[in-house]
């Protein structure tokens, strides 16, 4: 949740969107605020109404007078206090529709295409032949089953099926034993979650048509409400382990890595790249949450952009790194990279993981303090995710970068060891 003190910061953004729902919020907070000035000063003069009351004859006129001038002011102190109670509501739930102030550093721009390049690594694959893209090869090899996919659950789900499931299986085991080898403890985490943990890291409300909703029956093991979804990325689960918690300073930073499976409706992605494996329903990811003090966190995101670099790195993957500049910044972060793998079968860089300060916002929602040692005051930590990588984009990227003129995938050397010494697919 935004902090109410950077109103003027998140209007950076510069979406239409943004400046309305500003612009609400402050009207809202204004008559909140002079409402309860006004309940004040009510309680104040009930309050002296009370001891004036006291020094008076019960049998007197004067004390008739006082005692129905309070019975008045209370009435209108109950009706205040109720409508005090809905502009606090309709605040609180303006504020959660606010997105996050955007990092001083973040570029101003209106979309994707004014996203500054910080650097790239490698060299495009050079072909003697016209490369194709990741699904022709996956059809011909018969490893991605996209007509399975589709007689089994619909549109955008696919079944690996032989090498390519090998392979899947190989880049969650690889990256889990990466991210692990420096200093990130791994978990395994439900795929279920409660509407309050995406409350709690910002998917909702504002990405509720991108959920899908479980139905399930009411008893007494089951949500009352039937309030769960399924998870649309594991950063949900792990921000929210620590939800109404207070933790020590000394405990900090703290750093997961979890692999999950994520399930998202795509109800935005008209218009956009859905070929293959690029925008599926269901889809693998290894995903990277850090909880840390303000102090330490800009270091720990570039820290958290190098741990998943280092994986495309090690797969001799070519890439570059964006910096998201305002007005391309995702709902909850106030400063993000973006990996974007080189596709030659699509002559294109597509995204395959995004890098993520959230500050205080997240911490703010899901009510996560810490205690920076005893007997202090708490304060907000801040919060950083990033994938450490989108799975199968990866898959398509080693296909695409790692095809041959015969139409077989030759195998990164670091996934030969998970794949039982396999060298290519074929």
Not at 23 to 47: F, I
Not at 121 to 142: I, Q, S, T
Not at 298 to 319: C, I, M, N, S, T
Request: some cysteine; overall charge neutral.
């Amino acid at each position: 949740m935004l902090d109410p003190a950077r109103m003027d910061d998140v209007l950076r953004r510069g979406a239409p969107d943004v400046v309305t729902l500003v612009a609400t919020w402050r009207s809202l907070d204004e008559r909140r605020r002079k409402l309860q000035g006004e309940l004040d000063s009510l309680r104040q003069a009930r309050n002296a109404a009370n001891e004036t009351m006291a020094k008076l004859d019960k049998k007197s006129p004067e004390f008739a007078a006082a005692r129905d001038g309070m019975k008045a002011q209370s009435t209108k102190i109950k009706d205040g206090e109720l409508e005090l109670g809905k502009l606090e509501a309709a605040c609180e739930q303006n504020l959660l529709m606010i997105p996050n102030a955007p990092h001083a550093s973040v570029p101003a721009g209106r979309g994707e295409a004014d996203n500054p390049v910080l650097h790239t690594w490698g060299e495009r694959p050079v072909f003697d032949f016209a490369p194709k893209p990741h699904d022709e090869l996956g059809r011909a090899l018969g490893v991605l089953d996209f007509e399975g996919g589709v007689r089994i659950a619909g549109a955008r789900f696919t079944v690996l099926r032989r090498g390519a499931s090998r392979m899947n299986r190989a880049l969650i085991n690889y990256m889990l034993d990466l991210h692990t080898q420096h200093g990130y403890e791994e978990a395994w985490p439900p795929a279920i979650v409660r509407r309050a943990s995406l409350a709690g890291t910002g998917q909702l409300p504002k990405l509720a048509d991108d959920m899908f909703k479980l139905e399930i029956p009411v008893g007494p093991d089951h949500v009352a409400d039937n309030d769960l979804f399924l998870s649309p990325t594991a950063e949900v689960q792990m921000t929210n382990l620590h939800m109404d918690q207070i933790l020590d300073g000394d405990s900090l930073p703290r750093r997961y890595c979890a692999y999950a499976p994520c399930f998202r409706a795509e109800a935005g992605a008209a218009g956009k790249d859905t070929r293959g494996l690029i925008r599926q329903h269901q889809f693998d990811k290894v995903e990277l949450v850090k909880v840390t003090t303000p102090e330490a966190s800009y270091g720990e995101l570039e820290a958290l952009r190098q741990d998943a670099e280092r994986v495309l790195q090690g797969l001799g993957l070519h890439y570059r790194v964006v910096t998201l500049c305002t007005g391309d910044l995702g709902f909850g972060a106030a400063k993000t990279y973006d990996l974007e793998v080189w596709l030659p079968g699509q002559d294109a860089y597509r995204e395959i993981s995004s890098c993520s300060n959230c500050e205080d916002f997240q911490a703010r929602r899901a009510k996560i303090r810490y205690r920076p040692s005893p007997g202090e005051k708490t304060r907000l930590p801040h919060t950083l995710n990033g994938s450490g990588l989108a799975v199968g984009r990866t898959l398509v990227a080693i296909f695409e970068q790692y095809q041959q003129a015969d139409g077989s995938i030759a195998i990164p050397p670091v996934l030969r060891p998970y794949m039982g010494g396999l060298d290519r697919l074929g």
